[in-house]
C-alpha cells in the first residue's frame, strides 16, 4: 500500500500528557497537510508544508501544537500539555502539485481523559 | 469570511431512489471545489475536482456538478454501499488548504 501512512491509529493520554504523531506521505508528494476534524464536523485546517518548510498555519494551531518535517519526508505533529478540547482525529493528507486533490491517512484518534 | 455550506446535513434514501447534495460558497477567489467521500473510521476519500462554472464530473452512480455560488453532487439509482458522509472542499485562490463544509451524511436503506 504506497497511501498516506499514519501512526497511531489510537491514542489514549492523561490531561497535561505530551503526545506526538508522525504522518508518512506519498513518496512522491511534496506538499503535506495536517487537518483536525471532531464528529459531525469537517476537516479543519491546521498546518500545510512544502518540502521542508511550513508555509501555513491556521489559527487553531495554538502555541501548544507544532508541526515538524525535518527532511521533507514525513512528518511529526505534536501537541503539548493536552486538553479535553484536544480530543480529536487527526488527519495528515499530501498532494504533488496545488491543484491536485488531497490524499488522506486514516488519521490518528486522540482522546484526552 | 469564506465559507462552505453543505446541505442537508442528513438524508436518508431507499435504495434506487435519486437525489441530490448541495455545497455552496461565498464567491471569492475559487480555484478549484473537491468532493470526498468518507466512511466511519477512515480518511476522506477523493471523489471529484471542478474548476469552472459548468464543468461536470461522473464516476459510476455519482455526478458533479458547478455552477458561480455551488455545486451539486447528484446520486442517480444509489445503493446501500453508497451510505458515507460527502465532503464538499473549496480551494480559494489566496491560500494553499482546502477548506471543507461539515458534509452531508447519507443513509441509503435497502
Known amino acids: 500500500d504506497t497511501g498516506v501512512s499514519q501512526d497511531p491509529r489510537h491514542k489514549i493520554t492523561k490531561r497535561g500528557q505530551n503526545v506526538t504523531f508522525r504522518c508518512d506521505p506519498i513518496?512522491?508528494?511534496?506538499?503535506l497537510y495536517w487537518y483536525r476534524q471532531t464528529l459531525g464536523q469537517g476537516p479543519e485546517f491546521l498546518t500545510y508544508?512544502?518540502?521542508?518548510?511550513?508555509?501555513?498555519k491556521s489559527r487553531l494551531l495554538s502555541d501548544r501544537f507544532s508541526a515538524e518535517r525535518p527532511k521533507g519526508s514525513f512528518s511529526t505533529l505534536e501537541i503539548q500539555r493536552t486538553e479535553q478540547g484536544d480530543s480529536a482525529m487527526y488527519l495528515c493528507?499530501?498532494?504533488?502539485?496545488?491543484?491536485?486533490?488531497?490524499?488522506f491517512g486514516n488519521g490518528t484518534r486522540l482522546t484526552v481523559t | 469570511e469564506d465559507q462552505v455550506t453543505q446541505s442537508p446535513e442528513a438524508l436518508r434514501l431507499q435504495e434506487g431512489e435519486s437525489s441530490s447534495l448541495n455545497c455552496s460558497y461565498t464567491?471569492?477567489?475559487?480555484?478549484?471545489l473537491f468532493w470526498y467521500r468518507q466512511d466511519p473510521g477512515k480518511g476522506p476519500e477523493f471523489l471529484f475536482t471542478?474548476?469552472?462554472a459548468g464543468e461536470e464530473k461522473e464516476k459510476e452512480r455519482l455526478k458533479a456538478t458547478l455552477t458561480k455560488k455551488e455545486s451539486f453532487l447528484h446520486i442517480t439509482a444509489p445503493k446501500p454501499e453508497d451510505s458515507a458522509t460527502y465532503l464538499c472542499a473549496v480551494q480559494w485562490n489566496s491560500g494553499y488548504a482546502l477548506n471543507f463544509g461539515k458534509g452531508t451524511s447519507l443513509l441509503v436503506t435497502p
Open positions: 513518496s512522491e508528494h511534496n506538499r
Open positions: 471542478l474548476y469552472s
Open positions: 464567491v471569492s477567489g475559487l480555484r478549484g
Open positions: 493528507a499530501s498532494s504533488d502539485i496545488r491543484d491536485s486533490p488531497l490524499h
Open positions: 508544508f512544502q518540502n521542508e518548510a511550513q508555509l501555513e
